[in-house]
T-cell receptor, first 112, second 112 residues
Framework: EPEVTQTPSHQVTQMGQEVILRCVPI?????FYWYRQILGQKVEFLVS????????KSEIFDDQFSVERPDGSNFTLKIRSTKLEDSAMYFC??????????FGSGTQLSVL | DQQVKQNSPSLSVQEGRISILNCDYT??????FLWYKKYPAEGPTFLIS?????DKNEDGRFTVFLNKSAKHLSLHIVPSQPGDSAVYFC???????????FGSGTRLLVRP
């Protein structure tokens, strides 16, 4: 069964460093998303991406965040200068028609 | 964000019996609803969805009921199996949006 894959599964970084989280969505999907879950909190939306551009973003997704689909298979989330409060599990998701989303297993980001 | 509430943080059910998970929402503009389950160290897995034009959708052991007047959603699992033990999230969105809003989750334990 097709699945969304995310790498790395764990990322530890120093505050102020840049991180790139990588995702390979399901191959025939057209909609791509990033969500995150801070420990003990709800899963929250960051950004959606369709037709090579951001279709919607949350207030969390400020200038420190960016997304890119550099080729036909990868979808990345970059955090330019990480803060302690960016520590969370980051989930990539994709869907065929902005309906049911399929999530990856997540990248646990720890900012020290 | 209290737009989607799952008021029961946990539920324990005997194997073979029915599990009923509940979700309340505040915004009548929400028109698409989903249930996800999540195992530790994995991403949310799509279970079942329902559009606001319906009041029931069934898929095998899983049935979702939507009561628009009460702004209430429920997931029934019959019969419950030990492998169903997981955290269950309801999620919803508005028709014009790409953003899913999640509840806080209910941890289901199915006892053998």
């Amino acid at each position: 069964e097709p699945e969304v894959t995310q790498t790395p599964s764990h990322q530890v970084t120093q505050m102020g460093q840049e991180v790139i989280l990588r995702c390979v969505p399901i191959s025939n999907h057209l909609y791509f998303y990033w969500y995150r879950q801070i420990l003990g909190q709800k899963v929250e939306f960051l950004v959606s991406f369709y037709n090579n551009e951001i279709s919607e973003k949350s207030e969390i997704f400020d200038d420190q965040f960016s997304v890119e689909r550099p080729d036909g298979s990868n979808f990345t989330l970059k955090i330019r200068s990480t803060k302690l409060e960016d520590s969370a599990m980051y989930f990539c998701a994709s869907s065929a028609a902005n309906e049911k989303l399929f999530f990856g297993s997540g990248t646990q980001l720890s900012v020290l | 964000d209290q737009q989607v509430k799952q008021n029961s943080p946990s539920l324990s059910v005997q194997e073979g019996r029915i599990s009923i998970l509940n979700c309340d929402y505040t915004n009548s503009m929400f028109d698409y609803f989903l249930w996800y389950k999540k195992y530790p160290a994995e991403g949310p897995t799509f279970l079942i969805s329902i559009s606001s034009i319906k009041d029931k959708n069934e898929d095998g052991r899983f049935t979702v009921f939507l009561n628009k007047s009460a702004k209430h959603l429920s997931l029934h699992i019959v019969p419950s199996q030990p492998g169903d033990s997981a955290v269950y999230f309801c999620a919803t969105r508005r028709d014009s949006s790409y953003k899913l809003i999640f509840g806080s989750g209910t941890r289901l334990l199915v006892r053998p």
